[in-house]
């Protein structure tokens, strides 16, 4: 019994020395200074952007028709100013055809009012001429003059009717106008969703142009917290979601002062300048940005 408890009790020892010896070798002799790595806190701005091309348009018809001709094809280089699409345009042309006709009859018309006041005028002269002879009484004198009223208001009318046929012609060819859609900017054409013979619905987005000499990141998701933080001029690194490997280094080019209402917090867009660029990026891939604020 003595020799079981000998044992036990030298086990008990054995185990302690290894104990104390495991605490020694992890944390080093007492007084030792030990190294232990700095962990920095990652005071970056953590925001999701979509790439945008720095210039571009979205275009619509302004008015409803159907779809006659589409003179661009998608991917293709154009010049601002070059046509894109037009409706079936023969009835807004007949309309034009009809208002045009309308003011040459109304131009007409007050041609022939200048005639008649002016035979009328000249009648009143005459007969002002034959009454100081005494050759023309006092009321033929006052016919004339009311003829002179008449002539005088049928011109006013005359003119109040080509000013108003003037304004429907142009009208028409403003309307006529809206059936053709030009390009606003040089550009690629990179959304092109119509075809010929559809129904164009106005307001609807048909084209898509963009300058891809340039882009630009925006995020709309930075809070009130966060934009806080960031200044114009701030350094950002870009990564992309759909292309993995790509990093580009940016600037912070604009804050927008004005903040909205989205998803429950009060945000703020930032535009973000990036300072090389990668031809794989199209307009609307999601980036993640990592903004680092300046002291």
């Known amino acids: 019994m003595a020799i079981i408890k000998r044992h036990w009790l030298l086990c008990l020892i054995l185990m302690a020395v290894l104990a104390i010896s495991s605490w020694w070798f992890l944390n080093g002799r007492p007084g030792e200074k030990k190294d232990i790595p700095v962990v920095k806190a990652d005071d970056r701005v953590l925001?999701?952007?979509?790439?945008?091309?720095?210039?571009?348009?979205?275009?619509?018809?302004?008015?409803?028709?159907?779809?006659?001709?589409?003179?661009?094809?998608?991917?293709?280089?154009?010049?601002?100013?070059?046509?894109?699409?037009?409706?079936?345009?023969?009835?807004?042309?007949?309309?034009?055809?009809?208002?045009?006709?309308?003011?040459?009859?109304?131009?007409?018309?007050?041609?022939?009012?200048?005639?008649?006041?002016?035979?009328?005028?000249?009648?009143?002269?005459?007969?002002?001429?034959?009454?100081?002879?005494?050759?023309?009484t006092r009321q033929k004198i006052e016919q004339v003059q009311m003829e002179v009223e008449r002539k005088r208001a049928a011109l006013m009318q005359a003119q109040a009717d080509l000013t108003a046929g003037e304004g429907k012609a142009a009208e028409s060819q403003r309307v006529l106008d809206k059936t053709e859609i030009r390009a606003p900017?040089?550009?690629?054409?990179?959304?092109?969703?119509?075809?010929?013979?559809?129904?164009?619905?106005?307001?609807?987005?048909?084209?898509?142009?963009?300058?891809?000499?340039?882009?630009?990141?925006?995020?709309?998701?930075?809070?009130?917290?966060?934009?806080?933080?960031?200044?114009?001029?701030?350094?950002?690194?870009?990564?992309?979601?759909?292309?993995?490997?790509?990093?580009?280094?940016?600037?912070v080019k604009f804050i927008r002062s004005y903040g909205e209402k989205k998803r429950g917090d009060m945000t703020y867009t930032v535009f973000i300048a990036p300072e090389q660029w990668d031809g794989r990026l199209r307009w609307n891939m999601t980036a993640q940005i990592a903004i680092t604020p300046s002291k």
């Open 185 to 251: 900017i040089d550009g690629t054409v990179v959304f092109l969703d119509v075809k010929v013979g559809e129904h164009a619905a106005a307001g609807k987005v048909l084209v898509r142009i963009a300058d891809e000499s340039g882009w630009e990141v925006r995020s709309d998701d930075l809070t009130e917290l966060a934009v806080a933080k960031v200044k114009m001029g701030d350094a950002v690194n870009l990564t992309f979601d759909g292309i993995p490997g790509v990093d580009i280094p940016g600037k």
């Open 47 to 136: 925001a999701e952007g979509i790439v945008y091309p720095i210039q571009y348009a979205e275009m619509a018809m302004p008015v409803e028709g159907t779809i006659g001709e589409i003179l661009v094809k998608e991917g293709e280089r154009i010049g601002a100013g070059q046509p894109i699409i037009r409706l079936v345009r023969e009835d807004y042309q007949d309309r034009v055809g009809s208002a045009r006709s309308n003011v040459a009859g109304a131009a007409a018309a007050v041609e022939q009012a200048h005639v008649n006041l002016a035979d009328a005028e000249r009648e009143l002269q005459r007969q002002q001429r034959l009454e100081k002879a005494g050759a023309a």
